[in-house]
């Protein structure tokens, strides 16, 4: 089996290329050009699996049809996993058009490509939460209206509904994946989960002071990456075509995570936080739980990863990280990064 996966840098992208090269497929990887190296997620991987010619990645670009076109049509994978993104919801409100081009442009000149190469190939369509817009306190699932209340989450709604209608226009096997928040080590800095486990390690460490977040109020239903791109796979192996919601069904706020990630190391949150107005969003999702009982009955789906396991995991990864950086800061090697205004 051969799969193309967008978005191979990222957080999933690490974890799906990890799991499908288990299992033996040849995986190929669209990554951007980039002035510094953007592979440090899926160095481990190119090491072990590139010499074999099992793992493969290929400039291009989502912005740019006709070279994703020529990809599709060289490597002629069975399953295309399009999780390339800006994903930053905040980041979306400074940089709207570029977010939501991603996700228009990305998704549609891939559908159409499979539509003109091969309606053979299978497709997977990076769906989100918050597409649901999170107004009010219910469990939300396949059926639920959207609601979107960012560029970024008005984006994954074009992409999702573009997906559904080259389905049913073309007979292509294209799914959406509506995936809750899922977090692990490899989250990018600036997600709040990882932003406060990194702060975590590093005051522990004795190398940060303090920690600048938003809104504690938001609820998340937040899971563990490693279980959910497993969840992707299964989409596409199942006998048809359809959307799938993939959440733990627990929500808690960011308070009680930066709560929880404190005490692991002895620590009360409250004398290291301040809320700073500038991660304020103009508009906050406010309440995120989701309802994957149709993914656990039908596709056999199983969560692994407790709240509390994820959240050691995160810091416990965090604190190692931190000790490397204390010795490297000692000898005047590294700045230190959460000094940095962007993460701060
Ligand atoms: P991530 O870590 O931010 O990774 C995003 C990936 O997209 C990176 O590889 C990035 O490349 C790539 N990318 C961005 N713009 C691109 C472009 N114009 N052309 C090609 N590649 C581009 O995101 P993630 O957490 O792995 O999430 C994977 C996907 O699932 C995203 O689509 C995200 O929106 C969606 N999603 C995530 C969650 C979650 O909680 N993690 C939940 C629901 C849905 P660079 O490395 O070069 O920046
Ligand atoms: O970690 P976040 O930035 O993730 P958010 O906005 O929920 O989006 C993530 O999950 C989505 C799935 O629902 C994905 F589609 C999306 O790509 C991304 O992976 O923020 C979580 C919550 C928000 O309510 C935010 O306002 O944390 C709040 N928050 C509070 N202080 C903060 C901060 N978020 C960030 N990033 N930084 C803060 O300082």
Redesign the pocket.
């Known amino acids: 089996m051969k799969a193309l996966i967008?978005?191979?840098?990222?957080?999933?992208?690490y974890y799906l290329s990890k799991l499908l090269l288990e299992k033996g497929y040849e995986v190929h990887g669209?990554?951007?050009r980039?002035s510094t190296f953007?592979t440090s997620r899926i160095d481990s991987l190119i090491s072990q699996y590139g010499e074999k010619n099992k793992f493969k990645l290929h400039y291009?670009?989502?912005?740019d049809p006709a070279s994703i076109y020529a990809l599709i049509e060289k490597i002629h994978p069975d399953e295309i996993y399009?999780?390339?993104?800006?994903?930053?919801v905040a980041v979306s409100f400074k940089n709207p058009l570029?977010s939501v081009q991603?996700?228009v442009t990305?998704s549609l000149a891939i559908l159409d490509s499979i539509k003109n190469i091969d309606r053979n190939i299978k497709y997977y369509q990076?769906?989100?939460?918050?597409m649901y817009g999170g107004a009010s306190k219910t469990l939300l699932n396949e059926n639920t209206v959207f609601e979107p209340k960012s560029p970024?989450a008005v984006g994954?709604v074009f992409a999702h509904e573009i997906t559904k209608v080259y389905r049913e226009s073309y007979d292509i096997f294209a799914v959406n994946g509506?995936?809750?928040?899922?977090?692990s080590p490899?989250?990018?800095e600036t997600?709040v989960t990882r932003k406060i486990t990194r702060a975590v390690g590093r005051i522990h460490n004795g190398i940060q002071k303090k920690l600048s977040l938003g809104n504690l109020d938001a609820f998340r239903d937040w899971g563990f990456?490693g279980d959910?791109v497993k969840g992707m796979h299964l989409m596409l192996q199942y006998k048809d075509p359809e959307d799938w919601v993939l959440a733990t069904g627990e929500t808690h706020t960011v308070k009680e995570f930066a709560e929880k990630a404190f005490s692991i190391v002895g620590l009360n949150f409250e004398d290291y936080i301040e809320i700073d107005e500038k991660f304020q969003r103009p508009n906050e999702v406010h309440h995120l739980l989701g309802d994957s009982s149709k993914a656990k009955s039908a596709l056999g789906w199983k969560l692994e990863t407790s709240f509390e396991e994820l959240v050691r995991m995160m810091v416990n990864s965090d604190i190692e990280l931190a000790n490397k950086e204390k010795i490297l800061i000692k000898e005047g090697l590294l700045e230190p990064t959460w000094s940095n205004p962007l993460i701060k």
Do not use: C, M, P, W
């Open positions: 967008t978005g191979v840098t990222g957080q999933d992208g669209l990554i951007r980039s953007n291009s670009d989502l912005l399009n999780l390339g993104a800006q994903s930053h570029f991603t996700s990305g990076a769906s989100s939460s918050e970024y994954k509506i995936l809750f928040n899922h977090e490899l989250r990018g997600f990456a959910y």
